[in-house]
């Protein structure tokens, strides 16, 4: 089985930055796809930021030129920069991972977060 485990969540002011982590551990071989979505009271879940192994990203629009999603592979890590931060971004926000698992469970499957919160003041 495979965690994903998510920190950075909180509450920030109109304007301001936050970073949220997530970590994938347990029986991976490789990560394929990992990304954000995220979920507001009655709202469709909505796409924030996509990166494939490579590096290669893909936003939403809502967030596009203020959110920057990157990762670190030897740390089954993916991360959210959030700067200009707006009252709407708040929603809670969970990551994802397309993991290729190791021998016990070789094939992809797609493991979710818990979810972090960010609340955004105006």
């Known amino acids: 089985q495979v965690q994903l485990v998510e920190s950075g969540g909180g509450l920030e002011q109109a304007g301001g930055s936050l970073r949220l982590s997530c970590t994938a551990s347990?029986?991976?071989?490789?990560?394929?796809?990992m990304g954000w979505y995220r979920q507001t009271p009655g709202k469709q879940r909505e796409l924030v930021a996509t990166i494939t192994s490579g590096s290669n990203t893909n936003y939403g629009d809502s967030v596009k030129g203020r959110f920057t999603i990157s990762r670190d592979n030897a740390k089954n890590t993916v991360y959210l920069q959030m700067t200009t931060l707006k009252p709407e971004d708040t929603a809670v926000y969970y990551c994802y991972a397309a993991v290729l698992g190791d021998w016990r469970a070789p094939w992809e499957m797609t493991y979710w977060g818990r979810g972090t919160q960010v609340t955004v003041s105006s």
């Open positions: 347990g029986g991976i071989y490789r990560i394929n796809d």
